[in-house]
């Protein structure tokens, strides 16, 4: 079955640096990656998606890129604000929505 | 357009007992999925229902059963509780390979 791997864990930056989650997916039929962002003692919340046939989508400071040769896809958040910290889980999902998620990344921005 | 909504949001049970969780999903998605939440485990995949149908499985124990009704709503039901199944359960609704939209969860704790 599906295995994504997420890096890091924790990802500690300051305010206005950049934060970049990376995460790897094993099945090459996944063709659609979600991002959540999960704010502490609320629910998942999808903040970008990119499907197989794009390379690259952004969305002000959020941006996702894939790479279907390597089977991995990235976010990277710019200008990091402290209302950015939360944890973001990264997610596939293959055939008959089949959805495997990330372990998850806890990102701090200190003020 | 109302959300998706779990009910009950806290729950305690006891070592033995078994459980009933709901999960109502957005009017017209008729793929549910539920998710085990644990402090450092991520978001943990049980199973997923379309149609009334199971059409993906996690590795979990037969212990966690669901059904679907044709209504698209879900119950989800462990059974023999274990002080390792306290967790947040959280169901998700989709359409076809898109969004997951996710509940507030339920709460519950094994004692």
């Known amino acids: 079955g599906e295995n994504v791997e997420q890096h890091p864990s924790t990802l500690s930056v300051q305010e206005g640096d950049s934060a970049v989650i990376k995460c790897t997916y094993s099945d090459s039929a996944s063709n659609y990656f979600p991002w959540y962002k999960q704010e502490l003692g609320k629910r998942p919340q999808l903040i970008i998606d990119?499907?197989?046939?794009?390379g690259e989508k952004k969305d002000q400071r959020i941006a996702v890129t894939l790479n279907k040769t390597a089977k991995h896809f990235s976010l990277h958040i710019t200008e990091t604000q402290p209302e950015d910290s939360a944890v973001y889980f990264c997610?596939?999902?293959?055939?008959?929505?089949?959805?495997?998620f990330g372990i998850g990344t806890k990102l701090q921005v200190i003020p | 357009k109302a959300g998706v909504t779990q009910t009950p949001r806290y729950l305690i049970k006891t070592r033995g007992q078994q459980v009933t969780l709901s999960c109502s999903p957005i009017s017209g998605h008729r793929s549910v999925s539920w998710y085990q939440q644990t402090p450092g485990q991520g978001l943990q995949f049980l199973f997923e229902?379309?149609?009334?149908?199971?059409?993906n499985k996690g590795n979990f124990p037969g212990r966690f059963s669901g059904r679907q009704f044709s209504n698209s709503r879900s119950e989800m039901n462990v059974s023999t509780l274990e002080l390792g199944d306290s967790a947040l359960y959280l169901c998700?609704?989709?359409?076809?390979?898109?969004?997951?939209?996710f509940g507030q969860g339920t709460r519950l704790t094994v004692v």
């Open positions: 998700a609704s989709s359409l076809e390979r898109t969004e997951a939209f």
């Open positions: 997610a596939a999902i293959g055939g008959y929505q089949k959805v495997t």
């Open positions: 229902y379309f149609s009334e149908t199971q059409r």
């Open positions: 990119i499907r197989s046939n794009v």
